[in-house]
């Protein structure tokens, strides 16, 4: 059995670097399948080809139960007034072991298999570039080695890429179906990931993400990118947990990364407001509005008035002014809190810089010149 | 009331015969009262059913809304996500802790198990009627947890979220949990001295019926796993409200532990839900094919191996969660283990149709039914215990799909199905058959649209407890939402055909399916104490001596003919 299983094995593994060998014209990931959605990392072929071993056991094993079902069940119905016999096998001790050992070895043989493409998925390769994950309640922030930082996760393309998961604050997962890659991120401990995608997916448009959309819609040429979800249940925002991945070649990504490092030193400061602003809001609209309506946390229509009217901001109060007041909520949000809000927001420090904080105060002082439903700048189209 | 001296010598006086013909359990005494405070095991697991039915109709309720808001991405029937979160929740919690987990042992098996055996009680009435209001107070503080605030933790209720959420129904729901674990413990306990104690002379162990066989194994599963439960709910209790850090790390603690303690106790949960159903299926195949149950002892061994292997395969549940690559590794060694006996028993259940005299009863097409989705419920247990493909299906609606084969379209479609089968013994009246028959057809039909959509939608990368949703699964979720308005109008219909047998149902015979086990020697509805004298145990799967009776519509077990015959 075992070998018959390891010959299904080979064949199949032979079938796919044919296929493979086939599509080296055109190389890109494994196309979608009835069960698996397209397989673009290296470990994906492993883990599918996996399944389907497992999947052609289990259809034979269904069809054995339910054509015997369905034909013991027609052969030998009852007719009315037939004597109930006892001329039927009571046990078979031969048979029966028969069928207790044929699904132990089936059994250790996908175990075997399970294990071999395990180890693959497990284990990073020692020259693997290294991206810092922070997840929390309920946004992704991605690190590089340079000080970039960003919201979406950009890879290099044939190259092992080691994600470094951390939580800070309750259990979530990161999943990258295309990729076949999930890893809890517990709060309290690092955990690792590693893929390694081959094929470039581009670059996303420009200004192509609404701040104020409420999911990630399917514009960012969707076709390409592949999605990254959390997995693990974290409350009212888990289903916004969700980001894609670009992969891009290696001098593509290189420059974005020096890009994204510094984008918002680029920017002029009478600009900063209108330019990084709606940038920076994009990480704080699954809590906050613009448009006066109650998230988890306070709109942001009006906040500057309405910072300014509490009591322990102003001269000789705990904050003297309200970027004051604002600042902190960013870098220590749990130091005020104003009812009916729950402490429920997540620290900021290390991710946003002087600048970046600059530029949401800003923002939220220059909130009329922006479409409250779309987050737009109007006054773009005025200067135009 | 008067008490009679029991008599202190000559033969017992045989009351039952005594009574009038219309004297049974429920007719015995009257009033409100003699059903509170009963110590009779038969009105305890009446009562039990009702109770759970109730739950379960509670459960659906909120299954069909989480079916409905996900008929859509974003919004559908609710604008916040926390509402929807809350759904979940207590479907998942319902449905486990109120519904599935009591269903089979607490309320049916408190009303067969007894009379199965040839004894006239449990081992301990007053402790059954005990966990009985045990178990009611912790439906009213699950209910009542509603109205404190919710909860919105999942029925896992991992750390460190549950301990930090705001919604203010969490300590009271983990109560609940707490205090229904204690029921469960009583019932098993209670189960476990009874099976070993008051089996009547020839009630060998081999014996025994194979439901009482499942019964007795999950039995000990109750016994053993749930104080586990007890504990790490109670530790979670602690740290929400003193904040002693024992899970969350951010005092010192680690929610890894958290998972390791809930699943030690809530994977062989599933065997407590999943043994039970399998003892049923086993009787009902037996015998509704009027022929013996093939490789009894296999199909007994199986129960207990499995009831053993539950203890050690927890890990599997965390094979992502940042556990070792060596635990995992064992972890999904062992697990396949649990493959064997499950797939044993499945063989024999087939091959006990072979050469058999199949009536394709109701209960019966529960019994195929449950083949038929068990097999794939278990099937694709496979990919889920390798490691490989475990991660990319982990915390998908993959898994979703599964657990909902092995426990709605397994544990309760064979509880469903032994409420069709014992429905003629417990209340005395036949239900409709053809209807029951087309509403298992309606469910099981029903059952088959909304889950196996959730396979592909699992293994397409759709995460479980999403809210909210990329359109492109959203083909998938129609279907399986339709599929769930098919299964709610089965279940409405089988409702009808059982409740309809109050009303119009003919008075059921003592033996309607031709049943060999103790329950069937009996009266339908059963006598007060069930047996006038110790009853005679025969051999339960020997169907050679059992003779329809046109006169009563049943059967009748001829017992000179099994005397006369060489069946040792």
């Known amino acids: 059995m075992l070998t018959s299983l390891q010959s299904i094995n080979l064949a199949a593994t032979k079938a796919l670097a044919l296929a493979a060998s086939a599509q080296a014209g055109q190389a890109g990931p494994t196309p979608p399948t009835f069960w698996m959605p397209k397989g673009a990392s290296t470990i994906a072929p492993g883990v599918d080809h996996t399944l389907d071993v497992i999947n052609w056991i289990c259809y034979f094993f269904f069809a054995l139960v339910v054509v015997l079902t369905a034909v013991f069940a027609v052969k030998y119905r009852h007719r009315k007034g037939e004597r109930f016999g006892s001329d039927h096998p009571h046990h078979n001790t031969p048979l029966e072991l028969f069928w207790t050992i044929v699904p132990t070895i089936l059994v250790i043989g996908i175990f075997v298999v399970g294990f071999r493409s395990y180890l693959d998925i497990y284990t990073a390769p020692k020259n693997a570039f290294d991206i810092k994950v922070t997840a929390q309640k309920w946004a992704w922030s991605f690190q590089y080695p340079n000080g970039a930082q960003s919201d979406d996760l950009y890879v290099p393309a044939g190259k092992p890429v080691r994600l470094v998961l951390r939580s800070s604050d309750v259990l979530h997962s990161l999943y990258i179906p295309d990729f076949r890659v999930k890893r809890d991120i517990v709060p309290g401990r690092y955990t690792y990931a590693w893929f390694q995608c081959d094929y470039p997916t581009g670059m996303p448009g420009k200004d192509v993400r609404d701040p104020n959309a409420k999911t990630v819609e399917g514009a960012l040429d969707a076709a390409q990118a592949h999605a990254l979800f959390c997995t693990e249940y974290c409350g009212t925002g888990h289903s916004k947990m969700n980001r894609y991945v670009y992969v891009l070649d290696e001098a593509s990504f290189n420059q974005w990364m020096v890009d994204q490092s510094q984008w918002i030193d680029k920017i002029p400061e009478e600009e900063l407001y209108f330019k990084a602003g709606p940038k920076i809001f994009g990480r704080c609209v699954q809590c906050h509005s613009l448009d006066g309506s109650n998230g988890i946390g306070p709109s942001w229509k009006g906040i500057v008035d309405r910072v300014k009217a509490y009591p322990f901001v102003g001269e000789g109060k705990k904050y003297a002014t309200y970027q004051d007041y604002i600042r902190t909520s960013i870098l220590a949000p749990g130091d005020y809190v104003v009812p009916p809000y729950a402490n429920a927001m997540p620290t900021f420090k290390g991710q946003l810089n002087d600048k970046a904080i600059d530029a949401v105060i800003g923002y939220m002082e220059h909130l009329d010149e922006f479409d409250p439903k779309t987050g737009k700048y109007l006054k773009a189209d005025a200067a135009k | ?568």
């Open chain 2, 1 to 568: 009331m008067t008490t009679v001296p029991l008599p202190t010598s000559g033969p017992i006086r045989d009351t039952i015969e005594a009574r009038p013909e219309s004297d049974n359990y429920l007719t015995h005494t009257r009033g409100v009262l003699s059903w509170i405070f009963t110590l009779d095991h038969k009105r305890i697991g009446v009562m039990y059913m009702w109770s759970v039915l109730g739950s379960f109709l509670l459960g659906g309720i909120f299954a069909l809304l989480v079916r409905t808001e996900l008929l859509t991405p974003g919004p559908t029937i609710t604008e916040d996500a926390n509402t929807y979160n809350q759904w979940f929740t207590l479907h998942g919690a319902i449905m486990v802790f109120l519904v599935i987990i009591p269903s089979i042992p607490a309320a049916l098996g408190n009303i067969i198990l007894p009379i199965m055996l040839g004894a006239k009680d449990v081992a301990f009435p007053r402790l059954n009627l005990f966990s009985y209001y045990l178990w009611v107070c912790g439906a009213v503080l699950c209910v009542l947890s509603l109205a404190m605030g919710g909860f919105d933790t999942g029925w896992t209720f991992y750390t460190p979220y549950s301990t930090t959420t705001t919604a203010g129904g969490v300590i009271p729901v983990l109560t609940a949990a707490f205090i229904l674990g204690f029921s469960s413990i009583f019932t098993g306990l209670n189960f476990v001295v009874t099976v070993h104690k008051l089996r009547p002379p020839g009630m060998t162990w081999f014996k025994m019926p194979l439901f009482l066989w499942a019964l007795y194994a999950t039995a000990i599963i109750q016994v053993l796993a749930t104080p586990v439960l007890g504990i790490t709910l109670l530790l979670l209790i602690v740290e929400r409200t003193v904040n002693i850090g024992i899970f969350n790390p951010t005092m010192g603690g680690d929610p890894v532990l958290y998972q390791h303690f809930f699943w030690f106790y809530s994977h062989p949960a599933v065997y407590i839900m999943i043994l039970p159903a399998m003892g049923i299926i086993s009787e009902i195949i037996a015998i509704n094919s009027h022929r013996s149950i093939f490789g009894y002892r296999f199909i007994a061994f199986s129960s207990i191996a499995i009831a053993m292997f539950s203890f050690i395969v927890w890990g599997h549940h965390m094979f992502t969660s940042g556990q070792s690559a060596l635990m995992n590794t064992l972890f999904s060694a062992i697990s396949f283990s649990v493959a064997i006996p499950s797939a044993v028993k499945v063989f024999n259940w087939v091959a006990t149709l072979y050469k058999g005299a199949v009536s394709l009863t109701t209960p019966m097409w529960y019994a195929l039914a449950f083949l038929f989705l068990f097999t794939i419920g278990g099937l694709t247990g496979l990919p889920l215990a390798t490691l490989s493909t475990d991660v990319h299906l982990h915390d998908t609606y993959y898994v979703v799909a599964h657990f909902h084969y092995v426990m709605m379209g397994s544990a309760l479609i064979a509880m469903v199905g032994g409420l069709h089968h014992w429905w003629p013994k417990i209340f005395g009246r036949m239900y409709d058959e053809r209807l029951g028959t087309v509403a298992c057809w309606i469910i099981f039909i029903g059952f088959n649209v909304t889950f196996f959509t959730q396979f592909m939608l699992g293994s397409q990368g759709m995460p479980r407890r999403y809210y909210d949703y990329q359109p492109e699964y959203q083909v998938y979720h129609v279907i399986s939402t339709i599929g769930s308005y098919i299964m709610a109008f089965g279940f409405t219909l089988t409702a009808v055909s059982l409740f309809g047998s109050f009303f119009n149902g003919r008075k059921a015979p003592a033996n309607p399916w031709g049943g060999r086990s103790l329950e069937w020697q009996c009266a339908s509805p059963p006598p007060f104490d069930n047996f006038a004298k110790t009853p005679r145990v025969g051999d339960c799967y020997d169907f050679s001596v059992v003779h329809w009776d046109e006169k009563t519509g049943g059967y009748w077990v001829d017992e000179s003919a099994e005397q006369k015959g060489s069946h040792a």
